[in-house]
């Protein structure tokens, strides 16, 4: 976790909260966190959303239609 905290310029305890989903990072981080990785920035952008829309509604019961509106909507915006 250093290493990775001391390449993006970012602390430790930050990179351990967005281990944790505690916090998303900023695209730039993404950028950099994709670098030392090895994995593409939109690999991580996909991770980094569907984890924390999962767990905005993970208790919400009427999670599924709240997405599905929500896709709906995306596409009207294409």
Do not use: C
């Amino acid at each position: 976790m250093r290493q990775v905290a001391a390449a993006t310029d970012v602390d430790t305890s930050m990179i351990s909260k967005f281990e944790n989903g505690d916090r998303l990072p900023t695209r730039k981080q993404i950028e950099k966190l994709a670098l030392i990785l090895k994995v593409t920035e939109e690999e991580l952008l996909v991770q980094a959303y569907s984890e924390k829309i999962a767990y905005d509604l993970i208790k919400e019961p009427l999670a599924e239609e709240i997405v599905e509106l929500a896709l709906k909507k995306l596409q009207l915006k294409k």
